[in-house]
């Protein structure tokens, strides 16, 4: 079972048979969006119907967090920068190409372990009170930004938040792609840390939530990653020997 999820899946034949970069991408981004935006909105929705909270992660320093409507902008930066970033970073070889499916699939069972535990232990982020404060006073562009997001998106599934981990995911491949480019990656690692701050200026998420969607990575470059890249290593180490 452990081999199976270490090697690439069978879901990704489509995406293999692809033979431009952006046709191998656009159905490696199409495939992940038909696994996770059902099961994070189906769960989301879920948790919000329900109603319930096993644990309020407020603190002091969670109130005292400025609300900044104008943050909004980063904090969306989730899906116009990080999720396209393998867009600009994947090298396009053989190899580049194996580590971006590699990368989707430990976001698949990134998304799949927090799912679980927002059913597990729920938080209602009732600090989106302080934001819903300030409506009257905010610029239409960004209150417009604001109501997209609180119309798909309920104020549960709070940690570990999905969008510093799936950002950081996606971080930690372009910088390990753009290795001979520490201007780049400097750059990537910069905005991802403006953008974990963002789900707290947004109220969006307390502060456990962003430790804790840091910290998740952790074991699952650990147990999933990190193997999964040393098997192409031996696999290309085989190829050469023979």
Same mark, same amino acid.
């Given at each position: 079972m452990r081999e199976k999820l270490l090697d690439i899946w069978p879901i990704w034949k489509f995406t293999i048979a692809r033979k431009t970069s952006i046709g191998f991408l656009l159905?490696?981004?199409?495939?992940?969006?038909?696994?996770?935006? @059902?099961?994070?909105?189906?769960?989301?929705?879920?948790?919000?119907?329900?109603?319930?909270?096993? %644990?309020?992660?407020?603190?002091? $320093?969670?109130?005292?967090?400025?609300f900044m409507a104008w943050t909004i902008v980063i904090y969306l930066s989730l899906f116009?920068?990080?999720?396209?970033?393998?867009?600009?970073?994947?090298?396009?070889n053989k190899r580049g190409r194996q580590e971006a499916l590699i990368m989707s699939q430990s976001l698949i069972v990134l998304y799949a372990v927090s799912n679980i535990?927002?059913?597990?232990?729920?938080?209602e982020v009732h600090i989106r009170s302080q934001a819903l404060e300030?409506?009257?006073?905010m610029h239409p562009v960004f209150l417009a930004m604001f109501e997209g997001l609180w119309f798909m998106d309920? @104020?549960?599934?709070?940690?570990?938040?999905?969008?510093?981990?799936?950002?950081?995911?996606?971080? %930690?491949?372009?910088?390990?792609? $753009?290795?001979?480019?520490p201007i780049r990656q400097?750059?990537?690692g910069i905005?991802?840390?403006l953008m974990a701050?963002?789900?707290?200026?947004?109220?969006?998420?307390?502060?456990?939530?962003?430790?804790?969607g840091a910290l998740i990575i952790v074991p699952l470059w650990k147990w999933q990653i990190q193997p999964s890249l040393d098997r192409l290593d031996g696999e290309s180490i085989e190829e050469v020997a023979s």
């Open positions: 159905s490696m981004a199409a495939i992940n969006s038909l696994i996770l935006s @059902p099961s994070y909105l189906i769960t989301n929705h879920i948790m919000g119907w329900r109603g319930t909270t096993a %644990l309020d992660p407020t603190t002091s $320093w969670d109130l005292a967090v400025p116009y920068f990080f999720y396209p970033l393998p867009l600009i970073s994947m090298p396009d535990w927002f059913v597990i232990c729920p938080a300030n409506v009257d006073t309920e @104020p549960y599934n709070a940690w570990p938040s999905l969008h510093v981990s799936s950002a950081l995911l996606f971080t %930690l491949f372009a910088i390990r792609w $753009w290795k001979d480019k400097w750059a990537v905005w991802w840390i701050l963002s789900i707290l200026t947004t109220k969006q998420h307390f502060i456990l939530d962003m430790i804790t």
